[in-house]
């Protein structure tokens, strides 16, 4: 179980990437009033955890409804969780995150908003910057490698502890920017990428296996 535990956290940790939301979350909220930043917070991790817990849950019925089997889903999912991990590494990643915080403050000063009266909990901090195409790809393929409901609620423990690890990186962004540093950000973005795809590499062997019934 504990073997599980720390897979699970790993790979959610790294695609989620709560260091990599801080700078994005802190250009997004900049000069938003305190109380209103804490609120955004706190509603883009409920927001992005409900979305990924549907998913964990319901994600083998809407695969079988689909008609699709979950080896395949494992080897397309673990091509685009390794597709991740080569952005990470080369920090392209980062720069669409970016592109898209720009794009929500351009969006708002044309409609002639502040960012005090934007809200950006839903679009785009919970959707898709933390629930977005890799997150829910490998909340599912971790729920599909769980076998029984202990398996499950392991997977459930790793996701919780990562959204609570994302929740207060988004509450102290200001300190953790001064913190980190450009440079720490982008050694820890290019590490985690390495991890990553390792990790995704594993999911597509796995895959495999199942499919063509080896080993």
Same mark, same amino acid.
């Given at each position: 179980?504990?073997?599980?535990?720390?897979?699970?956290?790993?790979?959610?940790?790294?695609?989620? /990437?709560?260091?990599?939301?801080?700078?994005? =979350?802190?250009?997004?909220?900049?000069?938003?009033?305190?109380? %209103?930043?804490?609120?955004?917070?706190?509603?883009?991790?409920?927001?992005?955890? #409900?979305? &990924?817990?549907?998913?964990? $849950?319901?994600?083998?019925?809407?695969?079988?409804? !689909?008609?699709?089997? &979950?080896?395949?889903?494992?080897?397309?999912?673990?091509?685009?969780? =390794?597709?991740?991990?080569?952005?990470?590494? =080369? +920090?392209?990643?980062?720069?669409?995150? +970016? %592109?898209?915080? +720009?794009?929500?403050?351009?969006?708002?000063?044309? @409609? /002639?908003?502040?960012?005090?009266?934007? /809200?950006?909990?839903?679009?785009?901090?919970?959707?898709?910057?933390? @629930?977005?195409?890799?997150?829910? #790809?490998?909340?599912?393929? $971790?729920?599909?490698?769980? %076998?029984?409901?202990?398996?499950?609620?392991?997977?459930?423990?790793?996701?919780? @502890?990562?959204? !609570?690890?994302? &929740?207060?990186? !988004?509450?102290?962004?200001?300190?953790?920017?001064?913190?980190?540093?450009?440079?720490?950000?982008?050694?820890?973005?290019? !590490?985690?990428?390495?991890?990553?795809?390792? $990790?995704?590499?594993?999911?597509?062997? /796995?895959?495999?296996?199942?499919? =063509?019934?080896?080993?």
């Amino acid at each position: 179980m504990l073997a599980l535990f720390v897979s699970a956290f790993v790979t959610l940790f790294v695609v989620l /990437d709560p260091p990599g939301c801080v700078p994005i =979350f802190s250009s997004l909220t900049n000069g938003a009033g305190t109380a %209103h930043r804490r609120s955004m917070a706190f509603r883009s991790v409920a927001i992005a955890s #409900a979305v &990924l817990v549907a998913f964990a $849950l319901g994600g083998q019925a809407f695969l079988g409804a !689909l008609g699709i089997s &979950l080896p395949a889903f494992k080897i397309a999912g673990g091509i685009m969780v =390794f597709l991740i991990a080569i952005d990470m590494v =080369f +920090e392209k990643r980062t720069e669409r995150r +970016e %592109h898209r915080a +720009e794009e929500v403050i351009s969006a708002a000063a044309a @409609a /002639d908003k502040t960012i005090e009266s934007e /809200d950006i909990s839903v679009f785009p901090m919970a959707i898709p910057m933390l @629930a977005g195409p890799g997150s829910l #790809a490998a909340i599912m393929l $971790l729920s599909a490698r769980s %076998h029984g409901w202990e398996e499950s609620l392991v997977v459930m423990l790793a996701l919780l @502890a990562v959204m !609570l690890i994302t &929740l207060v990186s !988004l509450l102290m962004a200001g300190p953790l920017m001064r913190l980190m540093g450009a440079k720490f950000e982008g050694a820890l973005t290019r !590490l985690l990428g390495v991890v990553l795809a390792a $990790l995704a590499a594993q999911f597509i062997v /796995d895959g495999i296996k199942q499919s =063509f019934s080896i080993g």
